[in-house]
Every structure is written in C-alpha cells, then in structure tokens.
Antibody, heavy 117, light 110 residues
C-alpha cells in the first residue's frame, strides 16, 4: 500500500520561499502523476499542481507564477517550491497520488506551514 | 477560477439519506467525467470516496454513491451513520488541465 510523507520547515518568513518534500513508499513514483494540495485554517482545499515522473507538470492558474514542482524518481520523492510567500500561504500542505480519473486516491498526513516573521 | 459551489452544511438523522450538490461550469464538471468526492475529518487527511462521478474505491461503503447532471454533481449518502459526520469536498478536472475543489460541506448527523 502506497504511503506518502510530507516534510519541510514549519515556519517560513514573508517574502521567502516555501520548500516541501514528499517521500513516497510502497509504490514506484514513475507510474503515476503526483500532486500537491493545501488547506488554510477554516477554509477549503486548494489544488496547487501535479507532476509526472517524466518531469511534465501543470500548476494552478492562480499560483502558476510562484510554484515550481520537481521530481526525483531515483529517491521516490517529489518537491514543491512556492516563492514570495505571504500570510495567505499559511496552510496545511498535502501531497497525494493521482490515480483513476485523475482523483487523489492516496494522501500524506499533511504538514502545517506558517508564514510569519 | 472560482471554487465549485457546495452548500455550507447539510444534516440528517441516522438511517436517513442525504444529498450534497456540487455546481460548476462547462469548463469543469459539465465537460468531464473526472468528478471526485472526498471525506475529511478535522486534523486528518482527505479520503477519496467517489471518483469518475460514480465509482467507489475499494473499501468504501456502498452507502456512498455519486451522480452528475449537466454542470452539477451530487454525492448521496444513504443509511446515515454517526461516523459519516465530516466535511465533504467535491473536485473536478478542468479545461486548463488543472483541478478545482468545492468550498466544502459540513455534514451533521443529528
């Protein structure tokens, strides 16, 4: 059974870059698309973007210019970079596998990232 | 790109059935079968309940079902149980090769 685990700093200063890693176990990362989502406190889920092992990716139109996704199949990891963060980027960030129907069928437990000086 | 529209809350008594609607546009729900539904408890990761409008992943109770008509998708939960009390989110693939979520619906089991 596939498992995903997010890791990275829990506190980022405004205007700096948020960097997160998702480590995948129990499945080969080269088989699927992999995605990032987030949920600010008290609000709904937001799709950030997806990446395939080939390196092809697509990001949310609203975050496109600030988001970079990358992947390292040899380590079964993929990565999120979000530049120029503000308090509005404070959220629980989730990584997930995109399975049938482009649905997120397996999720990490989530990691809270707070943007504050 | 605005979020899909869901009711903020729905409620029902144990044993009853409820329906949660999810309204989008011809750029998302109306154009694809790639509609999915997620169950989320506070502090927990979302769980996929329905994909491709009406398919259930292995292990999900058949009390959960889905449908779609035009730009609106629906999640139906029959035989409500206390453990169904959670937040539910719909999601759709879009014409920009991205994904959009609904605003979320809080289900209360009375």
């Amino acid at each position: 059974q596939v498992q995903l685990q997010e890791s990275g700093p829990g506190l980022v200063k405004p205007s700096e870059t948020l960097s997160l890693t998702c480590t995948v176990s129990g499945d080969y990362i080269g088989t699927y698309n992999w995605a990032w989502m987030r949920q600010p406190a008290g609000r709904g889920l937001e799709w950030i973007g997806r990446i395939h092992a080939s390196g092809s990716s697509n990001n949310s139109p609203s975050l496109k210019s600030r988001v970079t996704l990358s992947i390292e199949p040899s380590n079964n990891q993929f990565f999120l970079r979000l530049t120029s963060v503000t308090a509005a980027d404070t959220a629980v960030y989730y990584c997930a596998r995109e399975g049938a129907g482009r649905s997120a069928d397996s999720w990490g437990q989530g990691t809270l990232v707070i943007v504050s000086s | 790109q605005s979020a899909l529209t869901q009711p903020a809350s729905v409620s029902g008594s144990p044993g009853q059935s409820i329906t949660i609607s999810c309204t989008g546009t011809t750029s998302d729900i109306g154009n694809y079968k790639y509609v999915s539904w997620y169950q989320k408890y506070p502090g927990k990761a979302p769980k996929l309940m329905i994909y491709d409008v009406s398919d259930r992943p292995s292990g999900v109770s058949d009390r959960f079902s889905g449908s779609k008509s035009g730009n609106t998708a629906s999640l139906i939960i029959s035989g409500l149980q206390p453990e169904d009390e959670a937040d539910y989110y719909c999601s759709s693939y879009t014409t920009t090769d991205s994904r959009i979520f609904g605003e979320g619906t809080k289900l209360t089991v009375l």
